[in-house]
Nanobody, 124 residues
Framework: QVQLVESGGGLVQAGGSLRLSCAASGFIFSLYHMGWFRQAPGKEREFVAAINWSGSNTYYADSVKGRFTISRDNAKNTVYLQMNSLKPEDTAVYYC?????????????????WGQGTQVTVSS
């Protein structure tokens, strides 16, 4: 059984920071590329960030560049999303996902496994 379990979400004021974690199990984590996506109420799920299997390459949506940082620790089977300078428009459920292959990291349909999400709420 494959599991991706997100944690670290919560309520934060605009301008603040949160660090999300995603703990993986049930597959060889170090062979998979990882991504973060988010979905706000009434909107489609959108790409946020991705990182390749080794952590040597990253990719970000324009909306979060300079504010968010994705990283991974293969020894702990965990991927992180450090979110700084948070804005109210960052409010969403954040999901982590895994895929075998790094091409087109922003494409939702190409990810193999998904977590259940963690809520991030940014107040103004």
């Amino acid at each position: 059984q494959v599991q991706l379990v997100e944690s670290g979400g919560g309520l934060v004021q605009a301008g603040g920071s949160l660090r999300l974690s995603c703990a993986a199990s049930g597959f060889i984590f170090s062979l998979y590329h990882m991504g973060w996506f988010r979905q706000a109420p009434g909107k489609e799920r959108e790409f946020v960030a991705a990182i390749n299997w080794s952590g040597s390459n990253t990719y970000y949506a324009d909306s979060v560049k300079g504010r968010f940082t994705i990283s991974r620790d293969n020894a702990k089977n965990t991927v992180y999303l450090q979110m700084n300078s948070l804005k109210p428009e960052d409010t969403a459920v954040y999901y982590c996902a895994a895929k075998y292959g790094y091409n087109r990291p922003q494409i939702i349909g190409e990810y193999d496994y998904w977590g259940q999400g963690t809520q991030v709420t940014v107040s103004s």
